[in-house]
């Protein structure tokens, strides 16, 4: 446990914004988890792109997510792949999050061990930093039922 970890060569790969997904990284960096709308028919979507996949529009806004939600499915990643990079990291859990915004989100969960994770978990958004990008990972979080509904308005 206290023996220094070796130094790996391999470094994890960071996503590279596009025109369309720069928004999205931006507000990652900012502390906020953007979501593109239609300015059109009101879906909001993700993962973002240029246009609107419910009904084609190209006049998009983007929307301040509440950064909360719900374990979707998981898995448990044991076998690094991406060479060394996630060697030290398995077992860790890749998940899809259902936001309240009604968007599915692929993203790990953070803070506990990964078999922990469960369809239904609450969790909300926490900014991971690598490289030059803030990662939307997620955490377990607590919720007080009566609390979580009056917050919904
Ligand atoms: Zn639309």
Redesign the pocket.
């Given at each position: 446990v206290t023996a220094p970890k070796p130094q790996r060569m391999a470094t994890k790969p960071v996503p590279e914004p596009t025109v369309a997904s720069r928004p999205f990284w931006a507000g990652c960096a900012a502390g906020e988890l953007r979501l593109p709308r239609?300015r059109?028919?009101r879906?909001v979507h993700f993962y973002p792109r240029s246009f609107?996949p419910?009904?084609g529009?190209a006049d998009l806004e983007w929307i301040r997510s509440r950064g909360t939600g719900t374990v979707h499915a998981t898995t448990v990643v044991r076998r690094p792949f991406w060479g060394d990079a996630f060697a030290e990291d398995v077992p860790y859990n890749v998940v899809l999050v259902a936001l309240d915004e009604g968007i599915t989100m692929l993203s790990a969960v953070v803070g506990v061990p990964a078999e922990s994770v469960y369809i239904g978990m609450p969790v909300a958004v926490e900014f991971v930093p690598r490289g030059e990008i803030s990662l939307p990972l997620f955490r377990p979080r607590e919720i007080d039922p009566s609390g979580d509904r009056a917050e919904q308005r």
């Open positions: 239609c059109d028919c879906v609107c419910a009904c529009g």
